[in-house]
C-alpha cells in the first residue's frame, strides 16, 4: 500500500460491509471519505469469503486514478481504471470493432451556421456552439435522443436559467439530426458522448459471463446517467453497484440527481462528518453552498461535524492578474517545503506562465494531469485546473483570479446565461476550495467573484499587497 488507510469509523464502517448484492447509493458531503470509503468497500468486495469476486473501482479522472492505486493494496482481483478505459476494454471485446468519430464539435458548428445562414430568426440561434455541445452531451448521457421525449422534455431538468422553449428544443433537436447525417456521411456511427449508450445496449444482449461481480464508482456524481445504468449492466444478478457521489461538487454539464440513473436503491447512505477540512475552510465552503446560486435542490449532504482548526481561508488583492500568479508562485514555494501544495485555476489558460513562475522560484512542480503517472509522496508542489484536482487533497490550496471578471468564466455565462452559468461554475470553486485541507489563498486583483461571500465577511482575513 502507498498511503496508509484511515479505519472506517461509524456510518463508514456499515458502507464498506453493505450488502453485496444490488445497487447501493452513497451520498456524503466534501471530506467524508468517500473515496477513502470506496477503496475499503472494493477491497472488502474483492476479497470477502463466498460474496467477493472481481471487482472494478472506476472514477472519472486519471489523475484520480493514479491517486487511488497509491492509496490501495494491489491485488490481482481489483482492478483500478477511467469509466472510458472501462468501456474501451469492453467494446474491444466484442465484434465489430467502435470506431469513434472525433470532428463532432466542427459537424455541430456547420449544422449551426447552415440554419443560421437558412434566415432562422430564433435567439437561440446566437447562442454559442459551448450550449449546443452541452445540450448534446445531455441528451445522449441521459439516452434522450428521439424528438418526442426530448423536444416535449418529459425528463426532468434541473437548472436556474430559463428553461428552454419547445420551439427553441426543435431547433436543436434539428441540429442533433443534421449532426448524425453528417457523421453517418463520414461513415461513423458513434462520438465520445455515444459510448455509454453501445456499452448498455451491447450488454443487454450479451448473454456470456460477465468479468466483474462488483463495481464501485468513485466521483459519481459527474458520470451521466447512461454511464451508470451501462455499469449496472455490467454485473450479474448476484453482483453488486455501489455509487459514491457528491452531487455538491458536480462540475460536469447540467446538474441532475442521481434519481435519474433510475438504480434500485433500497437504501441510501449519507456522511455527514467531514474529515479533510480545517473548521474555517469548511465553514466558507458550506457558506459558498447556503448562496443562492447555488441552490436548486439537488441533494446535498449538509456537514455536521469537522476534525481540525486552522487559520481563516486569506483573501489576498494583488495589482493585476500576473502579480497574482507571482504571488500564487512564492506563496506555493514557501508553503511547498514541509507540505503539500496545490495552485489551481479555472482553465488550462495560466498553466504555462504559472509553470514558469514557479521553476523560476527553485520549484520543480508537478502537473495534475492525465500523463501524472505516479502520485509523489512527501511534500511539493502541483499546480491544474480545478477540474484536475477532482477527488483529491493537499495541505494547502491557492487560487489566484478569483476576480468577478473572470469567474464565473465569461464563455459559460455567454453559452448558459449569467444565473445557470453561476449555479454551474459556483460547484467547480466549491470542489477547488474544498481541496485544502488547512490553509487557503485566494487571490484577486479587481472586484472578488460573486461566487465567494462577500471579501468583508468574517470568513476570511484580508491582506493588501
Ligand atoms: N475514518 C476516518 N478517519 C480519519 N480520517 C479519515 C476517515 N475517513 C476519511 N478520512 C480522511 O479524510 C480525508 C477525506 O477523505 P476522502 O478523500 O475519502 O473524502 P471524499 O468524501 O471522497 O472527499 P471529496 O468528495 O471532497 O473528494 C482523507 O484525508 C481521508 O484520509
Request: aromatic share 8%; net charge positive.
Amino acid at each position: 500500500m502507498g498511503i496508509a488507510l484511515p479505519e472506517p469509523k461509524g456510518h463508514q464502517r456499515d458502507v464498506v460491509s453493505l450488502k453485496a448484492e444490488g445497487h447501493c447509493v452513497v451520498l456524503g458531503t466534501a471530506g467524508s471519505g468517500k473515496t477513502t470509503m470506496a477503496v475499503h468497500r472494493a477491497h472488502y468486495l474483492a476479497k470477502a469469503p463466498e460474496i467477493g469476486g472481481q471487482t472494478l473501482l472506476v472514477t472519472f479522472n486519471k489523475a484520480l486514478i493514479t491517486y487511488l492505486r497509491g492509496i490501495s493494496v494491489v491485488s490481482p482481483s481489483l482492478r483500478i481504471e477511467t469509466y472510458h478505459r472501462f468501456a474501451r476494454g469492453y467494446l474491444n471485446n466484442r465484434q465489430p470493432p467502435v470506431r469513434i468519430y472525433k470532428d463532432k464539435e466542427q459537424a455541430v458548428q456547420r449544422s449551426l451556421d447552415a440554419l443560421r445562414a437558412n434566415g432562422s430568426r430564433r435567439a437561440v440561434l446566437d447562442r454559442p456552439i459551448e450550449f449546443f455541445m452541452d445540450e448534446l452531451h445531455w441528451m445522449v448521457g441521459h439516452g434522450v435522443t428521439d424528438r418526442g421525449s426530448y423536444v416535449e422534455d418529459v425528463t426532468p431538468r434541473i437548472g436556474r436559467g430559463q428553461p428552454l422553449q419547445q420551439s427553441d428544443r426543435e431547433i436543436v433537436f434539428e441540429i442533433y439530426r443534421d449532426y448524425l447525417r453528417q457523421r453517418a456521411e463520414a461513415g461513423y456511427r458513434y462520438d465520445w458522448d455515444d459510448i455509454a449508450s453501445i456499452v448498455l445496449r451491447s450488454l443487454k444482449e450479451d448473454s456470456t459471463n460477465r468479468r466483474y461481480r462488483h463495481i464501485v464508482v468513485d466521483e459519481g456524481q459527474d458520470f451521466t446517467p447512461e454511464m451508470i445504468r451501462s455499469l449496472a449492466a455490467a454485473i450479474p444478478e448476484n453482483g453488486s453497484l455501489t455509487f459514491f457521489g457528491d452531487y455538491a461538487q458536480q462540475i460536469y454539464g447540467s446538474r441532475m440527481s442521481w434519481r435519474s440513473l433510475r438504480l434500485t436503491v433500497r437504501e441510501i447512505a449519507r456522511f455527514a462528518h467531514n474529515y479533510r477540512n480545517s473548521r474555517q475552510v469548511a465553514h466558507l465552503a458550506q457558506a459558498m453552498s447556503a448562496m443562492p446560486h447555488f441552490r436548486d435542490g439537488v441533494d446535498l449532504v449538509e456537514p455536521t461535524g469537522f476534525d481540525a482548526d486552522g487559520p481563516k481561508p486569506t483573501v489576498v488583492k494583488v495589482a493585476d492578474h500576473d502579480r497574482q500568479l507571482g504571488e500564487a508562485a512564492r506563496q506555493a514555494r514557501a508553503l511547498g517545503s514541509d507540505r503539500q501544495v496545490a495552485v489551481l485555476t479555472r482553465t488550462r489558460d495560466h498553466e504555462a506562465r504559472l509553470r514558469s513562475l514557479l521553476l523560476s522560484e527553485g520549484v520543480s512542480p508537478w502537473r495534475l494531469h492525465r500523463d501524472l503517472s505516479r502520485w509523489p509522496q512527501g511534500p511539493g508542489v502541483f499546480y491544474g485546473t480545478y477540474s484536475s484536482a477532482k477527488g483529491l487533497e493537499f495541505d494547502s490550496v491557492i487560487l489566484p483570479l478569483c476576480d468577478r471578471a473572470t469567474l464565473p468564466k465569461p464563455s459559460e455565462v455567454l453559452a448558459h446565461g449569467q444565473a445557470e452559468a453561476a449555479a454551474r461554475e459556483s460547484r467547480q470553486l466549491y470542489v477547488a476550495v474544498t481541496r485544502a485541507r488547512t490553509e487557503l489563498v485566494l487571490l484577486h486583483s479587481s472586484k472578488l467573484t460573486t461566487l465567494l461571500p462577500d471579501e468583508m465577511s468574517d470568513l476570511y482575513v484580508r491582506v493588501d499587497r
